[in-house]
């Protein structure tokens, strides 16, 4: 068995178990980020809501029910006859941040899942032919390039993983009623709704869809 063969299993698997780890604790602090920011959210949305959904709301937040949340925050919604003026405008930025941020966790949990998974199943690969390398004199030639082409599909999954844990979610709104249109887009250009004063709702923007402006 040729010296290339070794060196490149044993690379392979220690230069990924490295990685991972790093990554996966950089995911995880990521993930518990963006659940404080979520947290932080549905309370506003739930105090600047006010009626009887408000306890319901509150109750489904510290448990992190946020299918029922999101149930309760349209049906308190709902039952506002213009909530464009009756609902305070952070409050409005919130609701549309709220579902972008838990749909963001979601895609950033998968994607961290899906990394681990490859990760263990090439270092499993590498390692096993490692151990097996006397058996695997056929394969002396095809073995190295299978755990190449396994370490790169490893770094694409790192990648993927480092863009959604950095990606943000600006603090905005657009007309509710067809808000879910706004969501998820990383630019939206309008008039500044706190006259560029710094702090957390400095970024709020406000345009209704047919004439929000992305790019």
């Known amino acids: 068995m040729p010296n290339s063969f070794y060196y490149t299993m044993a690379t392979v698997a220690g230069s990924l178990g490295s990685a991972m ?14 659940a404080g920011e979520m947290q932080f959210d549905s309370l506003r949305i ?8 408000r306890g319901p709301m509150l109750f489904s937040a510290s448990i992190g029910d946020w299918p029922r949340y999101l149930a309760l925050m349209d049906r308190a919604h709902g039952r506002y006859s213009n909530p464009e003026r009756d609902i305070d405008i952070t409050v409005q930025a919130l609701m549309v941040r709220l579902p972008a941020n838990l749909r963001r966790s979601r895609m950033l949990f998968a994607s961290l899942w899906i990394a681990l998974a490859l990760t263990a199943i ?4 590498a390692v096993t032919a490692l151990a097996a390398a006397d058996r695997l004199q056929c394969f002396a030639s095809t073995a190295p390039w299978a755990a190449v082409a396994g370490f790169v599909a490893c770094l694409i999954s790192y990648l993927v993983l480092i863009w959604l844990a950095q990606r943000r979610v600006a603090l905005r709104r657009c007309s509710l009623p ?9 630019r939206l250009t309008g008039p500044s709704l706190t006259g560029g004063q710094g702090g957390v709702f400095s970024s709020v923007m406000m345009c209704s869809p047919p004439s929000c402006n992305y790019s």
């Open 178 to 186: 067809g808000r879910r249109r706004c969501e998820g887009r990383s």
């Open 21 to 34: 780890a790093l990554l996966a604790a950089f995911a995880l602090y990521r993930l518990t980020a963006i």
């Open 46 to 53: 739930a105090e600047g809501m006010g009626g009887e959904d």
């Open 122 to 125: 090439v270092m499993t690969g």
